[in-house]
């Protein structure tokens, strides 16, 4: 088990990770989808600007409330319904900074004890805030591996 400050320090690397991987991108490289059956780059920044304040807010709920129902969301009624090619690459970069300097910030004044505090979310049960917190990392580490991939489909450097 990692320790809280540590589990926040990579939490915090998330958006200099993600920032790194789009660099030097043009509008028509965040656009094109070179990977058969994928979201083209913008679409998976896009994704992470959205889903980011929600673990956020799902975070918050496990420390202000006793065992906090936590609802899912559907990441492709949201790719769908809310625009991600219209969108603007560094506001939704900016989303995502704020998001995690906010939440670290609220994080750094808990005690240890505190990462295991429990919310139940509607699909996947009981979730301590070590999870959701170590989630939210991976979840933006898992998606940067795939614009690796788009960039070397664009014959770019990943």
Partial sequence: MSSLAELIDNYLAGPRTLRQAVAGLSREQLLARPVAGKWSTLEVVCHLADFDPIIAERMKRVLAEERPQLLGADEKRFAAALAYHERNLDEELAIIE???????????????????????????????????????TNHLTHHVKFIADKRRALGLPA
């Fill in 98 to 136: 704020q998001t995690r300097s906010q939440m670290a910030r609220i994080l750094r004044t808990l005690p240890p004890e505190a990462l295991g505090r429990v919310g139940v979310h509607n699909e996947r049960g009981p979730r301590t805030l070590e999870d959701l917190l170590t989630g939210a």
